[in-house]
């Protein structure tokens, strides 16, 4: 199955932006449906961009306009790309990939933490 690995995060002022990369190795990425997900200790699990199966992309009512997810298969990354970031969007981000599209075969990276002040 896939390997997941996050860089990127860090600390950073309100209005600033980060880019959270996601190298994924172990499998053929062309088989999961890849997105990004964070958690705030005592709230839900917030999927906030993925790709879909038919290569569309989903974002969470919160970050549209703001985040932008991209993929580069040649280098087997995924990115965020997070622009005028708020308090409210510090949390642990998590790089998750779904095998053949499927929520329940999902795949996590270790999480990499954002923090905006």
């Known amino acids: 199955h896939v390997q997941l690995v996050e860089s990127g995060g860090g600390s950073v002022q309100v209005g600033g932006s980060l880019r959270l990369s996601c190298v994924a190795s172990g499998d053929t990425i062309g088989r999961y449906c890849m997105g990004w997900l964070r958690q705030v200790p005592g709230k839900e699990r917030e999927l906030v961009a993925s790709?879909?199966?038919?290569?569309?992309?989903s974002y969470v009512d919160s970050v549209k306009g703001r985040f932008t997810i991209s993929q580069d298969n040649a280098k087997r990354t995924l990115y965020l790309q997070m622009d005028s970031l708020m308090p409210e969007d510090t949390a642990m981000y998590y790089c998750?990939?779904?095998?053949?599209?499927?929520?329940?075969?999902?795949?996590w990276g270790q999480g990499t933490q954002v923090t905006v002040s």
């Open positions: 998750v990939a779904d095998r053949l599209c499927e929520s329940r075969n999902r795949y």
């Open positions: 790709f879909k199966g038919d290569g569309s992309t």
